[in-house]
């Protein structure tokens, strides 16, 4: 019982807590590849630090959708944090809802966050809303129909169902369809997380940004809260990724040595996704933008052939 | 001697209309008689209610249930049309578009066409039914051209030289009926009367009833308007002053069609039913299908509505040619709707000529708001007279397509397929054009209100008879359309 | 009971009427007559909703009657789940509707004829409960017709306006075709029947002895007759016309809930007249569904006509009811009674949503409307400054339509995916990965529907005023927001209790399908809210909206523990430095553009720039930026047909020369011919 | 008595062949007045045939439409038609939309269709019908044949009232004619409509200037 509590509470510690870092070892991954020093690993700890002790300007052309934005957007994503198998495969909240609910949750937040950047009434926020818009409605049906292939092999959508019977039947990962699967999603994760090469998250500058650019009007408290929620966005993709493609060292249960395991090794499977995420940056240059729904119309058709192959398979 | 009163109301009517010395008095006497007329003939109603059948005069005069529907829907339009016409014709008169003693004549002339129409109805002999026929022509000839401008001569002249024409033909239909009829009968002067022959057609000789009846479905099919023969009719119904053109629409077309059904059901007793009932179905899915066009694209309403009589009469045809019993009790209740609807319509359009002293559809626009009240009371019968429900036609054209389907034939469905898809075609092309003309922003300096108190009466009136039809048919006319079934199919 | 149920359903009709006829009789105050008939349609609809909700808790089944014979037409009606599902979406969208049309007809009230509208606006609600109650085919097609007449007068409401009387005539031709095309098909069914009855209870029975053949023809002529009223592609082109035509009271009932009476008319066939049927017909249907559904959502994305834009939105919400139903033709033919009953369940639901929100959208673009008198959304901007009400309201419903959580649209939508995911369990392959893909559409249009929503009230709510209407614009009278308010707490309850609407979904499907589901897909957590199961997953709304209460306190305590004393500075938008002007803001058009680009096979968009300069060619005076959508159903479809017929008509008309020597030469030549031919 | 039937039947052949000689000029002639002739000369015969039947038969009725139509048919309906022609002062030639030899072979192919159509009849026949069915009905359809052909207005009057005189020999021919209330009806609505149209070929004259009925074509789609 005390595990029930506690878990949840962990995992949304882990996902708040290591996110920045997350984001702190790709930029310095990244810049030690480029031959630069790059800033500490926890330069995003000392932003977000800054940020929240900071008072924010706030636009007068704006309304109170521009404040509500930050809040909205950062729950729900700390909803996301709940649901997801972080450590142990048993989520105890798991009734609440499914891998839908968590794309739908994105959702919300994307949404709220579209509406500001319109609601500035600046042109670069619009720009970028719309095309965060585009790059969503593309990557959406691949990220469906990748993660229908996994439900489908498991029957079941709910992520802490898939990972344990994935644990315990790991047969069913060596299956030609669920590889599929994970391309498409990889890609999706890449334009969902708004990295190279769909989106640099480096750049300020407008013909270039598109989550950047529905961000530009947020300053101190808010800037945080909207940071840190996209860092814990990419975070927690990367954690579904890892844990339902490659669910091997979660901890079955609740007991207190497999959660230090499952740590370990949670931590091992994320440096090296990071890992390779860097690798595709530093690999592509950023695509323009109507190349975008070529790429993600790969990860569609990849999802596809996963779905039908899943079916011929079977 | 109760039948001829019927005859004698209009006689009479029209002669005191046009020896009356006081010239506004005419119009008082016209509805008057035309009302004494209506009340009588529900009177009859209810005998052949009772008794099926009346007789006068030794078999002269033989009404049956077929008879009193029609002679109904010829009184109900006919009062309409009097009441109409007395305020028409007043604001003609008003507008000295024609002489107080020309409008005695015009009340002269219409009673004794409701004369001729009724005599068509009543009389058992089918060669005097054949001069009353021709008798309705020339008393309505002077009609259409009533206005005497040039258009109007040429409608007249085109309306009695084709009529006339049509119903010499029919004559001679009526000489092979009668020389076969002697040859059964022996003795002439009954040998035409209706309700003798019906007893012994089966014994005529088959090519002669055929060859008859060829010659009175092409004949008094022309009096009926039904495709190719219809050409005088747009002409004719588009000339004459719109009251006329509403009895012409709603209950000359019909005593037509009684006369070829009465031939009909001889011809289907002598040579079998497939043979007429087929030549019926094709001249009727012609005459829906002729009309199509005239009705899609269209300038003058006045046409527009008359090519809906065409098409009207040839789903009544198709109803009767499909001879099942639903889709006759159908096509005698289409009968009755249509000329209630028809003449309906007619009058609005009375009132838009009235108005807009045109017939062009194009010149007119936002009646609804110029004449609220046949505003509305045509986009009401646009609706009815296309058969959309819940309004009366479509009761009946649904009662007739229903049995299209019902006798499994494959001819007659196909038959009901197209004729469904026409009926859509027609429908479009009334909306559309109807439409335009009712709703939209009034243009040009007409001023607002309707005409006269009158009019709106007369439309009252039938738009009574609209709906009630729509969601109730009174037991007496249920069960006179259940005896015409029995009539048509001799049983 | 059973007495009581109908007599409050005959005591609501007869408030309609009652109502329209009230409407006509005051003549001199068309304000009163118009109040009247909006006062008792609302009681009314009370009556109908008790009705509803009486009939389907008890579950029971009640026929009416009506002794009128019509030569042979018989007026019954009947009363089962299924209608009283429908009643209950109709009425209380009805309700909703008739209070709001309260405050929205002062919008008409001393230019036109007010009566009229309530009078119309009574008949056509009394004309839908009939729709779904109805159980003869004669008494179907003429409340159906009259529901379509009496919608089309509320079309043409505003008939001055040429565009208005375009979409009237274009809504009652398609919807009279439509019609047409289920009269065949009742005329089809009824040659089976045997009797002359046309009652529905025949055709219940004739499902199983009819040929298959003529079955497939009833089903496509189903698929069209009811198709069109249901606005699928490419028979939705109507739709978009005539809802944003019609005043937005009526267009929120047009739109939430006339269009439902189609798909009500696909239960009927395909779950009662036409069992069993084969799976390829569910096919048919989900991929109708699918395509509706998608292409539905594209053309709302580039329409910048709010009122056109939520139309074709409701095009796209028929889809996903219909792919609902679709799935559960196939799982019914496949005999898989629960999986069937789910993916109704799917479609029912959001069936009842869409009525709710897509009626809180048309009533807010009516405020926005009686607000700003336009409905172009390019013209709008900032109104959540001036519509201080509107504009959390239409969030609700703008969320609520993205299927955003926990809000009513994303039940539904999950439901859906539940059911497609549930496909696995069809025998055949091909169906499968069909169904599969259908999802893949799903919730594709689930984004687009997002960013369509985001853009409508994104534009149009948000940033500087566009126009002088739009910086005019003060709020609507209370009663119209009263009303919205209904329905936006209704799009949260709906989100946040699914059980209870499920339950009387479930219901419904008893009677269908002959399968209690409620059982199978619903169970108690520790909360102590039902949450929704399947055996897929579980979803508890309820729940995960409580988390996210606590976790926003939690959240906020925080930071403010932080920073206790956390202060706003105001000031104006950085825009390289020129003050802010509503020039510089994001258009609807260009928040669109990269799908006009992406989608640019479908949109062919055409797009023009026209650059006017001043005396010397340096200065630009001014640049006119055409971009318009080709309308490719109507100009390669609908056009050339409606072309065809009228230029083979116009040739015909020659026919009538005017002389009469021809005329007279037919006669002759058909006489000839009959003596030849037929005499013999 | 066989041969006294013969003779007569044979007579009233002739007189039905002379008749059908006289619509074939009606359709040959350009002259107005020589068709009013024409028009005159059969009604004659057959006011000649028709007292004749009544004679062969004894039906004492006959007798009663012999007078008339002598009266109506060869008197006042020929009378009346020169008196417009003179009234309105008709000089012109009759125009006709078939040349004069084209006419007289689709008269031909009339009269072959008449006698076509009738055949299945009067194969069974004994009394005057062999013949006069369908030479009646010759004459009905060339009647015909002429209102269509021809363009002045008073044409079709002469057309139509041979398409009644035809139909009056089948009736004649066929069952000594009809029932006595019909004929006189008959005659009654002959002479009406051929006083109307008289009337109205007077106002056409008046109004359009031309009695040709190709001027007739306002009315028109």
Redesign the interface.
Known sequence: MTAKIILPILQILVIVGFSPLVKGFINKIEARLQCRRGASIFQPYYNLIKL??????????????F?ATP?VT???I??IS?LVPVLSSQVP??????I??II??F??A??FL??T???????F???G???E??V??????????SI?TV??TV????LS?ITNLLLNNSVLLLNPSLFLAFLAFAIVLIAEAGRIPVDNPFTHLELTMIHEGMM??FS??YLA?VEWASSMKLLLLLTILVNIFFPWGIAGGLTFPGLIIAFALYVVKIGFFAFLIVIVEMSFAKLR??RI?NLLGTA?IL??LA??SL??VR | MIILLLLIVPVITAIACVFTKKHGISKYISIAGSFIALVYNIYLNYNIYTYKTLQGFNYFFYVDALTILTTQIVTIVAFAAALYSAGYMEVELHDCRISEKKLQWYYFLMHMFIFTMLLVCVINNLGVMWVAIEGTTLATTFLVGFYNKKQHQEAAWKYIILCTVGITLALFGVILTYHSAKGVLGEIGYALNWSDLRTVADKFEPHLMKLAFLFILVGYGTKAGLAPMHTWLPDAHSQAPSPISALFSGVLINCSMYGIIRYHILTSKCVGSDYSCTLLMIFGLVSVIVSIPFILVQKDYKRLLAFSSVEHIGFIALGIGFGGMYSVYGAELHTFNHAVTKSLLFFCAGNLFLKYKTTEMENIKGVIKTLPVTGTILAIGVFAITGTPPFNIFVSEFLVLADGFHSGNLFTIVFTCILIVCITLIFVGFIYNMYRMIFGTPTGDVPKGETSKFTIAAMLFLLFFVLIISFYVPPLLREVLRNIYDIVRNA | MAEHISHLFIISIILYLAGSLFALCFYGWQRVGNYIALILAAIASCFSIATAVVALSAGSTIRLDFTIYHAIIKYNFLLDPVSAYFILAISVIGFVAAIYSIGYTRLYVNKRDTRFLGFTYNIFLASMLLVVTANNAVVFMIVWELMTVVSFFLVIYEHENPANMKAGFMYIIMAHIGAVFLSVAFFIMFAFTGTWDFGFDDFRKVGSHMPLIYKNVVFFLVIIGFGIKAGIFPLHLWLPMAHPAAPSNVSMVMSGVMIKTAIYGFIRFYFEFLTPCPPWWGVVVLIIGASSALLGILYALTERDIKTLLAYSSIENNGIIIIGIGLSMIFKSYNLMALSSLALMAGLYHLVNHAVFKSLLFGCAGNIYYATHTKNIEELGGLIKRLRVTAPLFLVGALAISAIPPLNGFLSEWLIFQSILNGFHIPSVIIKIITIICGAVVALTGALVATCFVKAFGISFLALPRSDHAKKAKEVPVIMLVSMGLLASLCVFLGIFPVKVMMVINSVNTHLLNTNILPAITSYDWLHTKSVQTNFTDLSPTSATVLGLILFAVTFGVLTSIKPRFVKKIYETWTCGISPEPRLEYTATAFTRPFKTIFSNLYRPQREVRTEYSVPNFFVKSITYVDEVTPIFEKYFYSPVSRAVLSISNRVRWVHTGSIHIYLTYIFITLIILIIFVGK | MTQQIIVNSRTIDILAVLMLITTIILIGTSRLRTCIWAYACRSFMLTLASGLIAYFSGIHHIYITTGISLALKVIVIPGFLFYIVKKINIKKEVESYINYTLSLILACGIILIAYYSTQNIIQFENTFMRHCLPIALSITLLGFFVMISRKQAITHILGLITMEDGMFFAALSTSYGMPLIVELGLFFDILVSVIIMGIYVYRIKESFDTIDTDSLRELRE
């Open positions: 929240l002790r900071k008072d924010a300007v706030v636009s007068e052309t704006s309304s109170w959708i404040r809040y950062f729950i729900s700390l909803i709940l909240l798991n009734f609440t809802g499914d839908i609910l739908y949750l959702a919300l994307r949404f579209v509406l950047s319109l609601d500035t009434g600046s042109a926020g619009g720009m809303g719309s095309r818009m585009m969503s409605s593309m990557a959406e049906p691949a990220m469906i129909l229908f439900a489908l029957n079941s959508t709910n169902n530009l009007e101190g408290r809260l933008l109507f729904p569609f999802s596809v779905i039908i079916y011929v």
